[in-house]
């Protein structure tokens, strides 16, 4: 197992799945769903659509890497209206997923590797956006989403479910690195 691997696994997601990195396709239905702005973040961040770049430079970067490992949490919810669990699985995968960016970063990786986040960059408290450019331009966190990959379908791709089933929830992100790391 190489160290990304290891790193990833000691996070303690609750799924984790692998595909090769050149399989990945970004889709312009995605960016027309962000567009659509039913997270009413479209526009308001710097690693959202439309200030975070074009889907098809984000595709070339994709297939500089060997494989993409996505990492997921899940909600168990009471019944469709627990919003509490469902806040508490985001939440827990934002932690989880900032906790791996610093473990890499740590390991000296976060600069080789390509890491797409569940939702909008939430490093700093307030976006700079579009008033002052980027605190940490490195450091910032596109979504999955905003870089045009269909969640489900990449899901499928690495070999996990997108959709566990009644009353759950699932939040992806993933990671992509190369042979050796
Ligand atoms: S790092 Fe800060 S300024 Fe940059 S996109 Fe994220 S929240 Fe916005």
């Known amino acids: 197992m190489g160290k990304v691997e290891q790193l990833i696994e000691q996070q303690g997601f609750d799924f984790t799945g692998t595909c090769s990195a050149r399989e990945l396709v970004v889709r312009e239905e995605v960016r027309d769903a ?27 970067q994709m297939h500089e890497y060997d494989h993409c490992t996505v990492v997921q949490t899940v909600g168990y919810m009471e019944d469709e209206f627990d919003a509490e669990t469902l806040l508490e699985a985001g939440e827990t995968q934002r932690n989880r997923f900032y906790a791996l960016i610093e473990a890499l970063d740590e390991a000296g990786l976060s600069k080789d590797v390509m890491t797409l986040s569940a939702g909008h960059c ?28 269909y969640v489900a379908e990449t899901c499928t791709k690495a070999g996990i479910p997108y959709n566990h089933g009644k009353n759950t929830i699932a939040f992806s992100s993933c990671v992509l690195y190369n042979d050796g790391q």
């Open 122 to 149: 939430r490093i700093c408290k307030s976006c700079t956006y579009p008033d002052a450019p980027c605190r940490f331009p490195d450091k910032r966190l596109v979504s999955m989403e905003a870089a045009g990959l």
């Open 34 to 60: 962000c567009a659509a702005d039913k997270c009413h973040i479209y526009n308001t961040n710097w690693a959202c659509p439309p200030a975070c770049g074009d889907i098809y430079d984000f595709e070339r």
